[in-house]
């Protein structure tokens, strides 16, 4: 069964500083996807980005980029320019290649503050 | 596109008693799937739903129970309600072909008493 881990349950950033969340997983499959997933007071759950394991490139969405390390099963999240509204609680996510196998699993997931 | 909508926000319900959450996922979507988050247990799968046919399901009682329609909107029903069952429940749904990014309702706040 597949397993993810964030092992830092919280993390603190000076808006404008650089923060890097941590991720590993464990499968045996190599076909897979990974997911950062934002999920402030409000609780709704907002995708941040995502990594289709087969793709050696980095996934970046503006601010928002990852060190994906596949040999290593690590996948880090790293917010460039914190902003106040990055505060929430961050999860890690992974889900098979498997059209059939559609379920995410997540971490425990890490509360990110942003100090002013 | 309008996106994946949870009815109702928020539900109180006694020991004992069942209820039924409603989610309605974006347009065109095909796959919908039902997350059960608590503090203590964190984020866990319940089932999906796939052209109306359960294609996987999580470790969790017969008591869980779900179904889709014609028109890809999804119930999820838990009968005999337990104490433990009071959790944030999420609904979210991904593409045509089900191997998509899954985009997420806001969740329904289910309190058991």
């Known amino acids: 069964a597949q397993t993810v881990t964030q092992s830092q349950p919280e993390m603190s950033v000076q808006e404008a500083e650089t923060v890097t969340l941590s991720c590993t997983y464990d499968?045996?499959?190599?076909?897979?996807?990974l997911f950062w997933y934002k999920q402030p007071p409000s609780r709704q759950m907002i995708l941040v980005i995502r990594?289709?394991?087969?793709?050696?490139q980095n996934a970046t969405e503006n601010r928002f980029s990852v060190n994906f390390q596949k040999a290593a099963k690590s996948f880090s999240l790293k917010i460039s320019d914190s902003q106040l509204g990055d505060a929430a609680m961050y999860f890690c996510?992974?889900?098979?290649?498997?059209?059939?196998?559609?379920?995410?699993?997540f971490g425990k997931g890490i509360t990110l503050s942003v100090r002013p | 596109k309008a996106g994946v909508t949870q009815t109702p926000r928020y539900l109180i319900k006694t020991r004992g008693q069942q209820v039924t959450l409603s989610c309605s996922p974006i347009?065109?979507?095909?796959?919908v799937s039902w997350y059960q988050q608590t503090p203590g247990q964190g984020l866990q799968f319940l089932f999906e739903?796939?052209?109306?046919?359960?294609?996987n399901k999580g470790n969790f009682p017969g008591r869980f129970s779900g179904r889709q329609f014609s028109n890809s909107r999804s119930e999820m029903n838990v009968s005999t309600l337990e104490l433990g069952d009071s959790a944030l429940y999420l609904c979210?749904?991904?593409?045509?072909?089900?191997?998509?990014?899954?985009?997420f309702g806001p969740g329904t706040r289910l309190l058991v008493l």
């Open positions: 979210a749904s991904s593409g045509v072909r089900g191997r998509e990014t899954q985009y």
């Open positions: 499968t045996s499959e190599s076909d897979y996807y």
């Open positions: 990594q289709e394991a087969y793709k050696q």
């Open positions: 996510a992974y889900r098979s290649g498997n059209g059939a196998n559609s379920k995410l699993t």
């Open positions: 347009s065109g979507h095909r796959s």
């Open positions: 739903y796939f052209s109306e046919t359960q294609r």
